[in-house]
């Protein structure tokens, strides 16, 4: 059960990661037209992949202690 608290904690902080990116990707599109400057965009564009890099994480963990333990039952 303490699988599923983590994975669901990873889950929500990636769906709140990549919404707050994907919003500042959509303003940052509005606010390019009005100046050169795109730290806004790779900012955001940043922000989204970290979180969906902690997902995969976060899913490998979980998927990895699932099997160790169901390998240690088996063995048992």
């Known amino acids: 059960m303490e699988q599923y608290k983590l994975l669901n904690f990873v889950r929500i902080f ?26 806004l965009t790779f900012a955001a564009i940043a922000i989204v992949f970290n979180s969906m890099l902690v997902f995969g994480v976060g899913l490998f ?3 990895t202690e699932e099997l160790i333990t169901k390998t240690r039952r088996v063995k048992s």
């Open 61 to 63: 963990f979980t998927i």
């Open 14 to 39: 990636a769906m709140i990661g990549c919404t707050i990116g994907g919003i500042i990707f959509i303003i940052s599109l509005f606010e390019t037209g009005y100046n050169d400057n795109h730290l």
